[in-house]
């Protein structure tokens, strides 16, 4: 029932900023690691950034001092805010939410956003 909902992508100038958002519905007691992924086309998709529960935050090497994550544990909900965009940021960014406890009933990749859309381009 898990799901996450995500909005805040679009197209964006370089230099220019976007907020990304996203919000777990169907768990109100799991404690949920969250962060954000980006897939560019033809490449892996990688980690941008994500946060655990207790609050340490992991970013990118190519994003750090330019995006900052954040998130509201009482909503279950993780923001990128992403200003000095570069068109090497274009993707397709998903949010990712897995459980900290562990349990074999719980994906081993946790939850999935359907992706939103970034594009970095003048």
């Known amino acids: 029932q898990v799901q996450l909902v995500e909005s805040g992508g679009g197209l964006v100038q370089p230099g220019g900023s976007l907020r990304l958002s996203c919000s777990v519905v169907?768990?109100?007691?799991?404690?949920?690691?969250m962060g954000w992924y980006r897939q560019a086309p033809g490449k892996q998709r990688e980690l941008v950034a994500d946060?655990?529960?207790?609050?340490?935050?992991n970013y990118a090497d190519s994003v750090k001092g330019r995006f900052t994550i954040t998130r509201d544990n009482a909503e279950n909900s993780v923001y990128l805010q992403m200003y000095s965009l570069k068109p090497e940021d274009t993707a397709v960014y998903f949010c990712?939410?897995?459980?900290?406890?562990?349990?074999?009933?719980?994906?081993?990749?946790?939850?999935w956003g359907q992706g939103t859309q970034v594009t970095v381009s003048s």
């Open positions: 990712n939410a897995r459980h900290e406890a562990i349990n074999s009933d719980y994906p081993r990749f946790g939850y």
């Open positions: 169907g768990s109100r007691i799991s404690i949920f690691t």
């Open positions: 946060i655990t529960s207790g609050g340490t935050i």
